[in-house]
């Protein structure tokens, strides 16, 4: 018998401590600390941006943990169960005591107990208990007081109270915990995760189009809870929905399909995105229904919400022209926006078109006049002008600076470089140019060849001037040119010698002197690491000076023989040109660095735009509502309410046909103006007869 009591006792045990406010504040902790976490840290990112941002041994550990979907863990959903069961236990354990103590009014207090209250009062009416009584009454009704009347034998005790909402804020603010923890859960991965256990359906991990994804990876239209993304072309329809999990995909058949009639975006004057819909179709067996979908004001179908997410390039048809660096007719490319091409031994992939593209063209000060031998950096030069990562200026003169399309060249080993070319020139720096950029990861940001638009507004001028530089009897014939303009009259002796120098500088310059596997290949680091090896210190600066003179003469000259070539007019000798020149030595140096020997540029494009939307089935979100409701007023209830309970005892007084009249008052909260009310209440009831 004695063995029995302490296996009696343990279910005690356990549900005291479930239902201990200790225990659930403790697992509201460990979820606020878990949330923070879920807030900080990208839920449901692919498993190689983790890896890329705190490398494979804390990728791994950060894994196992499951802090990349920390909302559909095991050990947070075990978490949010037992924090459901507390607070359901705390509330079932003490919503009777509630609702008991709002029926009663404590009447049945003995009048001696009245003395040990804080706040307590004694005096004198000239009325007698009767009329007193019926004094009072309408005095406390008047201010606010619910009262009940005992009567006694040596007299009447009144019982009044004030605030009862007060306790029902407890129960209405743990109700709302419960509601919101539970809808919370509806709306999360796990529904979608006990959906594939229930449907026998598993994560796809592979890649390809959507519809020739095999139905173990799809779940039914009878899923009672998801979130997920649509991607609709214009005069498309889809009918599938992609929900992403940190291992892969599953696909959710949605109860109707969506078809895409137009997409309308506008913008501000600065090109930024102002406002986009989205005019669609609502497919649902043979009823259809027409709706446009705005970003903040969804279109609901059957359960389903239909967001405005985002838009994107929907497959439009790019006309591209590639220009050989180093010789060659333009050839012609046309494809459209996710496909790929053949390209000689490597395959070109078409990635996007952007139409519009707003940048910081603001001019910071630090306007470069000529190219520095010694010191060219040209992609730190641009990059306050261009990229993610650019440094910004402190006056933002934000433009439109046209369409840009990006790409990629993969090589048969499967390594790409990508690439973001712009089609129209941009002005920097009252220079107007051509902006080619390449990166060969995307963790890295994009360095940009600016190239100088000519007379015209075009590249032709640039590219006729890089051909010319990698041909060999070009750059002679430029050499003897510049040679003979630069001898002196009186000096023809120096006409060979300076003939030879500029040789010597066009083939630094051009590349032809390196060898394969050199990491200087031209350009002015060529020449740069020519005067550091064979010049010394002390004649470095003044040869730096003489060489770069010589090397522009002699570029000017193989500009002009490029355009006689090209059956153009000679460039005039003006500031134009010089302009011209000066940026085409910082381009045509970067240019020997450039990865492609093709340049490819926009010509004319065809626009197809698509949607992204997101659709969500959320039966928790009305829970939620209700729960935020419910907590809103349940911690006003609790923080601005308070119960207060006041008590009269009405007896006969010492003089005939007089009352004597006891009263005290209780809180649940002390405070300063429980004194004040207090006061006047005993005014009022006393009428200054204490």
């Not at 009591?5 to 225990?23: G, H, K, Q």
């Not at 001019?363 to 990562?389: C, I, P, T």
């Not at 209780?666 to 004040?676: I, K």
């Amino acid at each position: 018998m004695s063995s029995a009591a302490p296996r009696s006792s343990v279910p005690r045990e356990l549900l005291d401590l479930l239902a201990s406010m200790r225990f659930a504040i403790t697992l509201l902790s460990v979820i606020c600390i878990a949330s923070v976490i879920g807030t900080v840290l990208r839920q449901g990112e692919p498993m190689g941006n983790y890896i890329n941002q705190f490398g494979p041994f804390w990728a791994e550990v950060f894994g196992l943990l499951g802090l990349y979907t920390v909302y559909s863990t095991p050990w947070f959903l075990v978490i949010l169960t037992f924090l459901v069961l507390s607070t359901s236990l705390c509330i079932a354990r003490n919503a009777p005591k509630i609702v008991t103590d709002l029926r009663s009014y404590k009447e049945g207090v003995r009048e001696q107990s009245l003395q040990a209250h804080h706040h307590k009062a004694i005096g004198e009416l000239p009325s007698n208990p009767q009329m007193a009584l019926a004094e009072i009454g309408a005095t406390l009704t008047a201010l606010g007081w619910k009262a009940r009347v005992q009567q006694r034998e040596h007299g009447n005790m009144i019982a009044a109270r004030r605030g009862a909402a007060n306790k029902l804020g407890y129960l209405s603010a743990h109700s709302a915990i419960v509601l919101i923890l539970i809808g919370g859960v509806l709306d999360g991965n796990a529904m979608v995760k006990l959906a594939m256990w229930l449907q026998g359906k598993e994560i796809y991990t592979g890649s390809g189009f959507v519809a020739n994804i095999r139905p173990e990876h799809r779940l039914s239209t009878a899923n009672p809870s998801f979130r997920g993304n649509v991607t609709v072309s214009e005069h498309q329809s889809q009918g599938i929905a992609v929900l992403s999990l940190p291992n892969g995909v599953v696909l959710q058949d949605l109860p109707f399909e969506i078809e895409l009639k137009k997409f309308s975006v506008d913008y501000y004057a600065t090109g930024m995105p102002k406002s986009f819909a989205s005019d669609i179709v609502i497919h649902d067996g043979a009823d259809t229904r027409e709706a446009t979908v705005k970003v903040n004001e969804p279109v609901i179908h059957k359960g389903v919400a239909i967001y405005q997410s985002n838009f994107e390039d929907g497959g439009s048809k790019l006309y591209l022209k590639g220009f050989p660096l180093i010789g060659g007719a333009p050839v012609n490319i046309e494809g459209r926006v996710g496909t790929k091409l053949a390209f000689g031994d490597q395959t070109l992939e078409l990635d996007g078109l952007r139409v519009i593209n707003v940048e910081n063209l603001a001019n910071d000060g630090s306007n470069a006049s000529g190219a520095d031998v010694r010191k060219v950096d040209l992609g730190e030069r641009l990059g306050q002008h261009l990229g993610s990562g650019a440094k910004t200026s402190t006056t933002k003169t934000l433009h439109n600076v046209g369409p840009s399309f990006s790409y990629k060249l993969r090589d048969a080993a499967g390594q790409a470089r990508e690439y973001n070319n712009y089609m129209l020139p941009v002005e920097l720096d009252g220079q107007r140019v051509f902006i080619a950029g390449v990166r060969d990861t995307p963790a890295e940001s994009f360095r940009y060849l600016r190239m100088p638009a000519d007379e015209n507004g075009s590249l032709v001028g640039w590219l006729h001037l890089r051909q010319a530089l990698a041909d060999a009897s070009l750059r002679d014939a430029a050499a003897r040119a510049y040679a003979v303009s630069a001898t002196p009259a009186n000096q023809p002796q120096l006409l060979p010698q300076l003939q030879v120098t500029a040789q010597r500088a066009l083939t630094l310059f051009s590349g032809a002197a390196a060898k394969p596997g050199d990491e200087v290949r031209g350009g002015l680091p060529a020449l740069s690491q020519f005067i550091e090896r064979d010049v010394p210190e002390s004649d470095r600066q003044r040869v730096s000076e003489v060489l770069l003179r010589i090397l522009n003469g002699s570029l000017f000259e193989l500009h002009q023989m490029a355009r006689e070539r090209a059956g153009l007019q000679p460039a005039a000798i003006d500031a134009a040109s010089q302009s011209f020149m000066t940026q085409a030595v910082l381009s045509l140096s970067d240019s020997l660095y450039y990865p492609s020997t093709l340049l490819l540029q926009l010509d004319n494009f065809e626009q197809v735009q698509a949607s992204g939307f997101q659709v969500a089935r959320a039966p928790g979100q009305k829970l939620v509502y209700l729960g935020a409701l419910l907590l809103i007023v349940g911690v006003f209830a609790m923080l601005y309410i308070k119960e207060r309970r006041l008590w009269v005892w009405i007896a006969p007084g010492a003089e005939p046909g007089s009352s004597q009249v006891r009263m005290a008052m209780s809180s649940t909260r002390e405070s300063p103006d429980n004194a004040t009310l207090f006061a006047q209440l005993r005014a009022a009831v006393l009428k200054d007869h204490a």
